[in-house]
């Protein structure tokens, strides 16, 4: 029997345990009511927190709203979502990535996400015409709403007392930018995994890296290290996660190359955080079950960092669900926070960009002026000073599903490796496509709204306006800086469907996902080139099916096959 398996039972107690005192019941998910429903001329807010009496008999209205109850300043903030709206633009040109760009400044909207072929932005529905009136008509014509309804899909998020639904379940009809497949949703595996039956506030995630640390410690291989401090004064700890050599422990004097994973840079994307405990989880509890996994963890050590932005994190739990920046002060005291991922050293060009400390992308009015980016760094340097390699980095973010790889400040410079990258980011996506059937695409960082870098005009695309500026990133400081060789932007689900609001359902799924893809970027490093990774992942009755996973149409149809067969024999 495992070592895992001998603490288990543990492990589930303390974890029922730590959700009990620290995480109070909280707002259940909402049942389906059209945004332009009214009833009765009461606030929307009223009526969101107004429930079926059919819901109020299995809980009583104080417990399922417990979350909200105790947070005024949340439902404040529900007040303001109630009359927002987020959009889609389809672009298509440089010009049109110009002009909207252009208006996203001007009127400081908040950018959701942009890819190669769209950009979506959050404003009021009151803002909508007033944008139309600056934009050009084909863009015009060239627009959807993603959600209509914001403070439902706000208030959802925080967890549920209410009975689990699928992910098919709850998906509203006017939704489905991801693709539907006719793969079985996955089932929560049990409750050793009941941590990651809902997103966790701050003090829970802590508390349950602290029980990791306390659990594995003894036997080396886990180690809770602290990064530094938050402008806040809050910790920014992480778990450092190894097989020692014999006689030492994870992260002596024996160091070996390690793999940095981070999430939660930008507050709000919760998905990232939960992933990189996911991922962190599912490492340490195979280490004994999964020789590739002990394989991986005997020559690399793994530096998991859930939460860079903890002030922004726990902003988004007590105040405010969507605030993406950090918390630090600014030379405006009356918008507060700085955008980590635009504060790095490496060609940082926030002057050039934006220097409206309003805006969402607000980098700073110079390098590392955001402290949990210059904490990040020292730590880093410090590290290397100890001997410590860092071979890769995977910073975790949401949402679209890319791959992205270096450089983001420019489509102009090329990295050596780029080949290297390319490939390693097609397998990555694979992986997590076998995983789920969910697909990823790949391309580089500095990709805006318009996929040009391929094109004739390669001067006049490459000095194109984008829709964010591209410059500061960490995924380039860290490949430059340090010479992590992969240093990938890894953006989880879904396409635009729920964006930042992802529901929980979907945290043990996308979690899997990057598990998957992690098992063969560790056994890439390893010299195998992947060869192992998905033989390793199947269970002992699949591996001696045979699987070409070079064939793409064979790949999605055996997926398929296998999953319905593992649905009949749950059922």
């Keep these: 029997m495992s070592l895992i398996s001998l603490f288990r039972p543990f492990f589930i107690f303390l974890s029922f345990l730590i959700l009990t ?60 979502y109630e009359n927002e709206v987020v959009i889609r633009f389809n672009v298509s040109t440089d010009t049109h990535e110009a002009v909207l760009r252009k208006a996203i400044d001007q009127m400081l909207l908040d950018v959701w996400d942009f890819t190669d072929n769209y950009t979506d932005i959050r404003l009021e529905a009151r803002r909508i015409r007033p ?19 914001l403070a439902r899909a706000v208030a959802a998020t925080y967890p549920s007392n209410a009975p689990a639904r699928t992910i098919g379940q709850s998906l509203p009809s006017y939704r489905g930018i991801t693709p539907a497949n006719d793969v079985p949703s996955p089932k929560r595996q049990g409750v050793d995994d009941i941590f990651f039956h809902d997103y966790q506030p701050l003090s829970v995630t802590y508390s349950w890296m602290k029980l990791l640390d306390s659990m594995f ?5 886990v180690q809770m290290v602290s990064i530094g401090k938050s402008y806040e004064g809050r910790d920014i700890p992480a778990l450092r996660v190894g097989i020692p050599p014999s006689g030492e422990k994870v992260g002596g004097s024996g160091r070996k190359d390690t793999i ?9 994307e919760w998905i990232s955080t939960s992933t990189v405990n996911y991922v962190a989880w599912s490492f340490i509890r195979s280490i004994d079950e999964d020789p590739l996994i002990t394989k991986i963890l005997e020559h690399f050590d793994v530096v998991f960092l859930p939460i860079l932005n903890p002030d922004g994190y726990e902003y988004t739990w007590e105040v405010d669900r969507l605030w993406r920046k950090s918390r630090q002060r600014t030379k405006m005291s009356y918008c507060p926070g700085f955008d980590i991922d635009h504060a790095f050293g490496y060609q940082w060009d926030a002057t050039e960009r934006q220097t409206e400390p309003c805006s969402e992308s607000y980098g700073g009015d110079e390098p590392f002026q955001a402290i949990e980016a210059a904490q990040l760094a020292d730590w880093m340097r410090n590290e290397t000073r100890n001997g410590v390699k860092f071979i890769a980095y995977l910073d975790l973010h949401s949402y679209s599903q890319q791959i992205l790889y270096p450089f983001a400040y420019s489509c102009a410079a090329r990295p050596p490796n780029i080949e290297n990258l390319k490939e390693v980011a097609m397998n990555l996506a694979k992986h997590m496509r076998l995983s789920n059937g969910e697909v990823y695409t790949t391309t580089s960082a500095c990709e805006g709204a318009v996929a040009s870098e391929n094109s004739a005009d390669h001067k006049a695309s490459t000095q194109r306006t984008r829709a964010e500026a591209g410059g500061g990133s960490a995924i380039d400081y860290i490949f430059h800086e340090f010479g992590a060789r992969y ?13 930042f609001l992802l529901p929980s359902e979907h945290i043990i799924p ?16 390893l010299g195998n080139n992947g060869h192992e990774s998905w033989a390793n992942s199947m269970p002992m009755e699949d591996q001696s099916e045979e699987l070409d996973i070079n064939a ?17 024999e749950c059922t």
């Excluded at 009526?47 to 417990?66: E, G, H, M, V, Y």
């Excluded at 109850?69 to 903030?77: Q, R």
């Excluded at 240093?487 to 964006?499: A, F, N, P």
């Excluded at 793409?552 to 009949?568: A, H, M, N, S």
């Design 21 to 80: 005192l620290s995480h109070p019941s909280s707002a259940t998910t909402l049942p389906q009511v059209g945004p332009s429903q009214i009833r009765d001329g009461r606030s929307y807010v009223s009526r969101l927190l107004d429930f079926p009496s059919t819901w109020a008999s299995k809980k009583s209205r104080k417990n399922i709203n417990q979350w909200l109850d105790t947070h005024p300043k949340l439902l404040g903030s529900l007040r303001r």
């Design 131 to 149: 944008l139309m009136g600056i934009l050009p008509p084909s863009l015009q014509d060239n627009h959807s709403i993603l959600i209509p309804d």
């Design 217 to 221: 410690r003894g036997r080396g291989l």
């Design 260 to 268: 940095l994973i981070t999430g939660g840079i930008h507050a709000r």
């Design 487 to 499: 240093s990938y932007q890894i953006k989880l689900r879904d396409t635009g469907s729920y964006g």
């Design 510 to 525: 996308t979690g899997e996902e990057l598990y998957q893809a992690m098992k063969y970027f560790g056994d890439y490093l």
């Design 552 to 568: 793409e149409e064979g790949d999605i149809t055996e997926l398929r096959r296998r999953r319905r067969r593992k649905c009949v």
